[in-house]
C-alpha cells in the first residue's frame, strides 16, 4: 500500500459496478428462464410446424435472442457487456410494447402466441416488466 | 401425467419454496439441509423423466411430444442451475434466487401437464 490518502468511493472503483450480483443475481436468473423458455420453444415450434405460423415463431426465436443476449451480458457485467445489456434491454422493451400493442389491435394477425403477445399476459405480464427493471438495475448500478 | 407423483413434486417444491423464502426473511444462507432437500426434489424429477418417457411410448394418443420431453428435461436442469448461479453470492438475493427456482417447479409440471393434454397453442 501507497501513503496516500484514502481516495472517496466513487473514484477508486476499477469500473460500473458489476451487474451479475446482488439484486441483479436474481435478475439474471429471472431473464435466463426467459431466455431457455422463449428460445426452446421457438426451436422446437420451427423445427416441427413452422408452416403454421412463421412470423409468431421466428417473433419468438428473435425474443429468445434478445433474451439469450440480455442475460449474458447481465450475468458478464463488464464495460462492453453493460452496453449490450442496455442495447438488447432496450429492444426487448419496445419488443414487448410493439407486439404487445399490435396484438392487441390486430389479435387476428397473432393466431400463435408468442412471449410478446398480450403484453406477455400469457406469462403473467413479467415480459412487461422485466425490461423496465432490467433498465432501472443498469442506471443503478452505473 | 396428471397423477399424484406430479402432485407431491409441486407440494414438495412448494414447501421447499415456503423453507426458502424463511431463510431470506432470516438473512440465513441456505444450509445443507436445504441442499439435502432439493436432492430429493431433484430425485424425483429424474423420475418424472423417465416415468413421463415411459408414459409417453406406451401411449398413442396426439400431443406434441418433442416439446413433452423438453418441458421434462427443463424441470430436472433448472435446479441444479439455479443452485450453481446462487452459490457464489453469498446474500439474501442469492437465496432468493433458489427460491425462484422452486416456485417454478409448479409452472413447469403445469406445463408438462398441459402438453400432455393435448394441442395447446
Not at chain 1, 100 to 115: C, D, I, N, Q
Request: proline share 6%; net charge neutral.
Amino acid at each position: 500500500m501507497s501513503d496516500t490518502v484514502d481516495l472517496p468511493d466513487t473514484v477508486d472503483r476499477p469500473g460500473p459496478a458489476p451487474t451479475g450480483q446482488g439484486f441483479g443475481r436474481l435478475l439474471v436468473a429471472v431473464y435466463g428462464v426467459f431466455a431457455l423458455a422463449a428460445t426452446a420453444r421457438s426451436a422446437v415450434q420451427i423445427a416441427t410446424q413452422f408452416d403454421e405460423a412463421p412470423l409468431a415463431y421466428l417473433l419468438s426465436a428473435f425474443a429468445g435472442i434478445v433474451y439469450i443476449v440480455a442475460t449474458v451480458s447481465l450475468a458478464r457485467g463488464g464495460v462492453t457487456s453493460r452496453r449490450l445489456a442496455t442495447m438488447a434491454i432496450s429492444v426487448e422493451l419496445v419488443g414487448v410494447l410493439v407486439v404487445g400493442g399490435a396484438s392487441r389491435l390486430f389479435p387476428e394477425a397473432f393466431p400463435h402466441a408468442t412471449v410478446w403477445t398480450g403484453f406477455g399476459s400469457g406469462y403473467g405480464f413479467v415480459p412487461l416488466v422485466l425490461p423496465f427493471v432490467g433498465l432501472w438495475w443498469l442506471r443503478h448500478t452505473r | 401425467m396428471t397423477g399424484s407423483y406430479a402432485t407431491a413434486i409441486t407440494v414438495i417444491a412448494l414447501m421447499l419454496a415456503a423453507w426458502t423464502l424463511v431463510l431470506v426473511a432470516m438473512n440465513r444462507p441456505p444450509g445443507i439441509s436445504l441442499l439435502a432437500a432439493g436432492g430429493v426434489l431433484e430425485a424425483m424429477l429424474v423420475g418424472f423423466l423417465v416415468g413421463g418417457i415411459v408414459q409417453m411410448v406406451g401411449s398413442d394418443h396426439q400431443f406434441a411430444r418433442v416439446e413433452f420431453v423438453g418441458y421434462l428435461l427443463g424441470c430436472l436442469a433448472i435446479p441444479p442451475i439455479a443452485t450453481m448461479w446462487a452459490w457464489e453470492e453469498k446474500s439474501r438475493s442469492g437465496t432468493l434466487v433458489i427460491a425462484f427456482a422452486f416456485l417454478l417447479m409448479p409452472v413447469m409440471v403445469l406445463r408438462v401437464q398441459q402438453v400432455w393434454a393435448g394441442p395447446l397453442v
